[in-house]
């Protein structure tokens, strides 16, 4: 009986030694563990504020920034005068709302023609050294953005239209350009 005890105690040592002489140290593995475990012993750095969570919440008003002294250009027969120029995070329709973390410029211009003619705002840009920023068309129909393609007569009109560019670009230097297949005109916004 007492051989079969010390059998028994020898037996049920040796697989503890032998896990304890398994473990490979330069096992990847195992430094892989080591790692994450000093990883997880380190305290948390303090987390960024989510700059687009941060806009998305705040109950922001537009911006109003002033129009140029000299905010008018001819595009062929049409006279285009920049009416009100708006900065915000935030563009808002009556169901949705669309945010962003840089800005959003609502561009207001008044248009009129001798005659009733169509002209397409669909390759209007505004640019700011190589930077150009087409219209954001998402901003357009949720902001009830005019239609790209309208109709200008001798009654002057509005034209709204939403753009995405960082905040910093709205400087002095940024420019609308109107385009059509054939001509360009430009007019200085800041």
Known sequence: MRFSLLTLVWLTACPAQKQAAAINEND?????????????SQPAP????????????????PTV????????MHFG??????????QSHTVKGEQLSLTT?????KLTLTAEASR???????????EMGAEVHAIDSTAQRVGHGSDLVATVGPEP???????????ASVKPGLKLLLRSADATAELALQ
Not at 28 to 40: F, G, I, M, T
Not at 65 to 72: D, E
């Open 116 to 126: 009733s003619q169509g002209f397409d705002l669909s390759g209007t840009t505004l």
């Open 46 to 61: 303090p987390s960024q504020p989510d700059l687009l969570a941060k806009a998305a919440i705040a109950d922001e008003q």
């Open 157 to 167: 009109r509005d034209l709204v239209l939403y753009f995405e560019l960082p905040a």
């Open 28 to 40: 990847p593995l195992v430094r892989k563990l080591q790692a994450e475990q000093a990883r997880l």
């Open 101 to 105: 973390a840089e800005a959003f410029l």
């Open 65 to 72: 920034l002033p129009a140029p002294s000299t905010g008018q």
């Open 77 to 86: 027969d049409v006279l285009f005068k920049v009416k009100r120029l708006e």
